[in-house]
């Protein structure tokens, strides 16, 4: 069994920033890629940024240059530091990880529950 809790999500005004935190736990070999995703009101869950175990790194248009993904593999955490927020962040933020189970010894994806980031003023 594997769980994800992500944490960091509030209330921030515009051009203000957030640091997003998930933390995996239970029965985990190895962790390949980690990723965020975001849902907005009325939308598609989009993915936000990934990173792989060689910290290549993948972004959405929206947030490059802005968003910022990393990894710390020993906590089996991957963290978001968003700036300059904007309005249209606004979106629940939910954290995937592909996981090799030391339970099934298969690699599947699992998820978080959620965190939600609202930029309001």
């Known amino acids: 069994q594997v769980q994800l809790v992500e944490s960091g999500g509030g209330l921030v005004q515009p051009g203000g920033s957030l640091r997003l935190s998930c933390a995996a736990s239970?029965?985990?070999?190895?962790?390949?890629?980690m990723g965020w995703y975001r849902q907005a009101p009325g939308k598609e869950r989009e993915l936000v940024a990934s990173?792989?175990?060689?910290?290549?790194?993948n972004y959405a248009d929206s947030v490059k240059g802005r968003f910022s993904i990393s990894r710390d593999n020993a906590k089996s955490t991957v963290y978001l530091q968003m700036n300059s927020l904007k309005p249209e962040d606004t979106a629940v933020y939910y954290c995937?990880?592909?996981?090799?189970?030391?339970?099934?010894?298969?690699?599947?994806?699992?998820w978080g529950k959620g965190t939600l980031v609202t930029v309001s003023s």
């Open positions: 990173i792989t175990r060689g910290d290549s790194t």
């Open positions: 995937k990880m592909n996981v090799l189970s030391r339970r099934t010894y298969t690699v599947e994806d699992y």
């Open positions: 239970g029965s985990i070999i190895s962790i390949n890629t």
